[in-house]
């Protein structure tokens, strides 16, 4: 529920579904106690510094909690300074969180006397009939529905961590407040383990270990939440989308290719438009169209009532592919001995994110997925959605990725999100659940999760440094179908109705390689590096002879490169150990004459000393066939 009785919009987190969590084993309702606590706290203080200030929304998150706030200062990192400093006297005067139930009037009195204009309309948002509460801790009233710890000094570890922009409401048509982000843990070891994760997690930052490792690059000129693949990141794309084809040419799937735009006829039926209608890029209207109402003079608002209704057409930058892919299993008969039908594309798809909500390669306005889509009957369903999780397995095993929870994603019955009938998906959700029992790990149900034509299992893997990210998807889906009326004909020479698998282990390219450049800090294994081997001659003498070496290496195939420039060999070793090659060859006068090279790896390990170029080849082909 959406109001402001929870606490102040309590349970409107901006957390990145991307990233899950990033926190060890803990207690759950303690830590949310502890932060929807801390986040009054801090309101608290900052109205004794800056008594003018106007507060809107204080939720606790994953992580931690945040406040928005309205005020003419402009906040300094030396003001959270001060802040934290008068949370603590705060804290130190063991301030009781007590709970009130008031009138609906009493609560306007109290907040419109306080000059807190923002409370007075998120108090608005409450229902009527519902109870209104407010918390005091002090001096400090809240519109809140709770629950807080008893005493401010039970939060003894906070931390108050960075100011950040925030629209009133979400809304870029609002005005712009400023949100002070902290957090807060039970002990002061744990918020001290926290911090250090944090300082790790800076370390790994795709978005600085991709402008450093050459990988990619978004520019304002092209548009934010787009991404352009550099050179080195196409390297790492191409690699990934080559492991996944091998697997998908194991099991029998076909490559097909679709456009980037269709009609929004198309998306209608699918249900795309207008159920998330927000979430994606506006129509495009023909020409045709544009003209004629041109001459009519339609309104922009009239415009898009027409949309809305279907009145007129145009196209849309596609959202999903699977309206796609079922238009090429529309475009010819199927019978029974066809199935299963399994179409694979890395379809480009396009939604529309706020801009505040945009996050480097791992929230985006374009991006690819490695979608595919199975048309199969009921009995061939269970073996196929197990070929899914197969490949879901492949992948997480080479990539060392091995640490990962699974989360069978529900209905909610009582929502009106969801398109079909009740016993299809009953059908599909028992059918999930089954999967996820044979694959032999524990799982979770989270109702409300699924998409809005079927139920999926999620793959929720944690990183090396205990973030959780929710990647791979595997769902069932008995209501597309139906809406395009596919039909095949059985083996009783009637039609029948197919079910749909739509499946995407990687989930998206962008996401996923936001994931690994984390997850292994830039070092990725051998076989996925942009650049495999740098040669490193000492001198300018052997640079020709490095040349050479180089021909070789890339006549197997190798990623290779020469470091020509006139420094020293430490600098060329740093340089190659910076940029997180795997492998640099050392050339020097008497590796020339001998014909061999000396191998270092990354981090200045020296391997086996001198080897010939052919025996360290023979090895690293061997690593990269593998995977390693």
């Given at each position: 529920?959406?109001?402001?009785?929870?606490?102040?919009?309590?349970?409107?987190?901006?957390?990145?579904?991307?990233?899950?969590?990033?926190?060890?084993?803990?207690?759950?309702?303690?830590?949310?106690?502890?932060?929807?606590?801390?986040?009054?706290?801090?309101?608290?203080?900052?109205?004794?510094?800056f008594?003018?200030?106007?507060?809107?929304?204080?939720?606790?998150?994953?992580?931690?909690?945040?406040?928005?706030?309205?005020?003419?200062?402009?906040?300094?990192?030396?003001?959270?300074?001060r802040?934290?400093?008068?949370?603590?006297?705060?804290?130190?005067?063991?301030?009781?969180?007590?709970?009130?139930?008031?009138?609906?009037?009493?609560?306007?009195r109290?907040?419109?006397?306080?000059?807190?204009?923002?409370?007075?309309?998120?108090?608005?948002?409450?229902?009527?009939?519902?109870?209104?509460?407010?918390?005091?801790?002090?001096?400090?009233?809240d519109?809140?529905?709770g629950?807080?710890?008893?005493?401010?000094?039970?939060?003894?570890?906070?931390?108050?961590?960075?100011?950040?922009?925030?629209?009133y409401?979400?809304?870029?048509?609002?005005?712009?407040?400023?949100?002070?982000?902290?957090?807060?843990?039970?002990?002061?070891?744990?918020?001290?383990?926290?911090?250090?994760?944090?300082?790790?997690?800076?370390?790994r930052?795709?978005?600085?270990l991709?402008?450093?490792?050459k990988l990619?690059?978004i520019?304002?000129?092209?548009?934010?939440?787009?991404?352009?693949?550099?050179?080195?990141?196409?390297?790492?794309?191409?690699?990934?989308?080559k492991?996944?084809?091998?697997?998908?040419?194991?099991?029998?799937?076909?490559?097909?290719?679709?456009?980037?735009?269709g009609?929004?006829?198309?998306?209608?039926?699918?249900?795309?438009?207008?159920?998330?209608?927000?979430?994606?890029?506006?129509?495009?209207?023909?020409?045709?169209?544009?003209?004629?109402?041109?001459?009519?003079?339609?309104?922009?608002?009239?415009?898009?009532?027409?949309?809305?209704?279907?009145?007129i057409?145009?196209?849309?930058?596609?959202?999903?592919?699977?309206?796609m892919?079922?238009?090429?299993?529309?475009?010819?008969?199927?019978?029974?001995?066809?199935?299963?039908?399994?179409?694979?594309?890395?379809?480009?798809?396009?939604?529309?994110?706020?801009?505040?909500?945009?996050?480097?390669?791992?929230?985006?306005?374009?991006?690819?997925?490695?979608?595919?889509?199975?048309?199969?009957?009921?009995?061939?369903?269970?073996?196929?959605i197990?070929?899914?999780?197969?490949?879901?397995?492949?992948?997480?095993?080479?990539?060392?990725?091995?640490?990962?929870?699974?989360r069978?994603?529900?209905?909610?019955?009582?929502?009106?999100?969801y398109?079909?009938?009740?016993?299809?998906?009953?059908?599909?959700?028992?059918?999930?659940?089954?999967?996820?029992?044979?694959?032999?790990?524990?799982?979770?149900?989270?109702?409300?999760?699924?998409?809005?034509?079927?139920?999926?299992?999620?793959?929720?893997?944690?990183?090396?440094?205990?973030?959780?990210?929710?990647?791979?998807?595997?769902?069932?889906?008995?209501?597309?179908?139906?809406?395009?009326?596919?039909?095949?004909?059985?083996s009783?020479?009637?039609?029948?109705?197919?079910?749909?698998?739509?499946?995407?282990?990687?989930?998206?390219?962008?996401?996923?390689?936001?994931?690994?450049?984390?997850?292994?800090?830039g070092?990725?294994?051998?076989?996925?590096?942009?650049?495999?081997?740098?040669?490193?001659?000492?001198?300018?003498?052997?640079?020709?002879?490095?040349?050479?070496?180089?021909?070789?290496?890339?006549?197997?195939?190798?990623?290779?490169?020469?470091?020509?420039?006139?420094?020293?060999?430490?600098?060329?070793?740093r340089?190659?150990?910076l940029?997180?090659?795997?492998?640099?060859?050392?050339?020097?006068?008497?590796?020339?004459?001998s014909?061999?090279?000396?191998?270092?790896?990354?981090?200045?390990?020296?391997?086996?000393?001198?080897?010939?170029?052919?025996?360290?080849?023979?090895?690293?082909?061997?690593?990269?066939?593998?995977?390693?």
């Amino acid at each position: 529920m959406n109001n402001a009785n929870t606490c102040s919009g309590c349970g409107n987190s901006s957390k990145d579904p991307a990233q899950v969590t990033n926190n060890a084993p803990r207690d759950p309702l303690s830590e949310v106690l502890l932060r929807h606590s801390a986040a009054h706290i801090m309101a608290a203080a900052m109205l004794r510094l800056f008594p003018d200030a106007k507060i809107d929304i204080g939720p606790a998150t994953e992580t931690g909690f945040y406040y928005d706030f309205d005020l003419e200062h402009k906040l300094t990192p030396e003001d959270l300074v001060r802040l934290e400093a008068e949370m603590k006297v705060i804290i130190n005067e063991n301030q009781p969180f007590e709970r009130l139930e008031v009138s609906r009037e009493e609560a306007y009195r109290i907040f419109r006397e306080r000059g807190q204009d923002y409370k007075l309309s998120r108090l608005a948002d409450i229902p009527e009939g519902e109870t209104v509460t407010i918390y005091r801790n002090g001096e400090f009233v809240d519109l809140c529905r709770g629950p807080h710890v008893r005493y401010s000094k039970q939060v003894k570890a906070v931390k108050l961590l960075s100011i950040a922009g925030a629209y009133y409401r979400g809304s870029e048509k609002n005005k712009q407040l400023q949100r002070i982000y902290g957090t807060a843990f039970e002990s002061k070891e744990a918020l001290e383990a926290y911090l250090n994760q944090m300082e790790e997690a800076k370390k790994r930052d795709h978005r600085k270990l991709g402008k450093e490792l050459k990988l990619f690059h978004i520019d304002d000129a092209v548009g934010q939440g787009l991404i352009l693949w550099a050179p080195k990141g196409a390297i790492l794309r191409t690699e990934l989308q080559k492991f996944i084809l091998e697997e998908l040419e194991k099991q029998g799937y076909v490559q097909v290719m679709t456009p980037h735009i269709g009609k929004l006829g198309l998306f209608r039926t699918s249900g795309h438009f207008p159920y998330y209608k927000d979430a994606q890029f506006m129509p495009i209207i023909d020409k045709e169209a544009f003209e004629l109402l041109r001459n009519e003079n339609v309104s922009c608002a009239e415009l898009s009532n027409r949309l809305d209704k279907g009145e007129i057409d145009g196209f849309l930058l596609k959202p999903m592919n699977c309206p796609m892919h079922i238009s090429l299993y529309q475009s010819e008969p199927h019978s029974y001995r066809d199935l299963p039908v399994r179409m694979a594309e890395f379809g480009t798809v396009y939604r529309w994110e706020q801009s505040g909500e945009l996050n480097g390669m791992t929230r985006v306005r374009g991006f690819t997925q490695d979608d595919a889509h199975i048309f199969c009957t009921e009995d061939q369903l269970a073996k196929e959605i197990q070929g899914c999780l197969h490949i879901v397995n492949v992948i997480f095993d080479t990539l060392h990725m091995q640490d990962y929870r699974v989360r069978v994603s529900l209905r909610d019955p009582n929502s009106d999100k969801y398109v079909g009938r009740d016993e299809l998906w009953k059908k599909a959700e028992a059918a999930l659940r089954e999967a996820a029992v044979k694959l032999g790990r524990p799982f979770s149900e989270a109702p409300g999760e699924a998409a809005f034509y079927g139920p999926k299992i999620d793959f929720i893997i944690k990183d090396a440094i205990g973030r959780e990210w929710q990647l791979g998807t595997v769902q069932v889906d008995y209501n597309l179908p139906e809406r395009f009326n596919l039909t095949y004909i059985g083996s009783d020479n009637a039609e029948h109705r197919p079910i749909m698998v739509h499946r995407a282990p990687f989930g998206s390219l962008e996401r996923f390689t936001a994931v690994l450049i984390e997850h292994f800090a830039g070092n990725f294994p051998t076989w996925l590096s942009p650049e495999q081997v740098r040669l490193l001659p000492i001198n300018d003498s052997l640079n020709d002879y490095a040349d050479t070496l180089l021909k070789q290496l890339k006549t197997k195939g190798v990623r290779a490169s020469v470091d020509g420039q006139s420094d020293k060999l430490g600098a060329k070793i740093r340089r190659a150990e910076l940029e997180k090659v795997p492998y640099m060859l050392v050339v020097g006068q008497k590796e020339q004459e001998s014909g061999e090279v000396s191998v270092r790896a990354r981090a200045n390990k020296a391997l086996e000393g001198n080897t010939t170029l052919e025996s360290f080849l023979e090895k690293l082909i061997v690593e990269i066939k593998e995977r390693r």
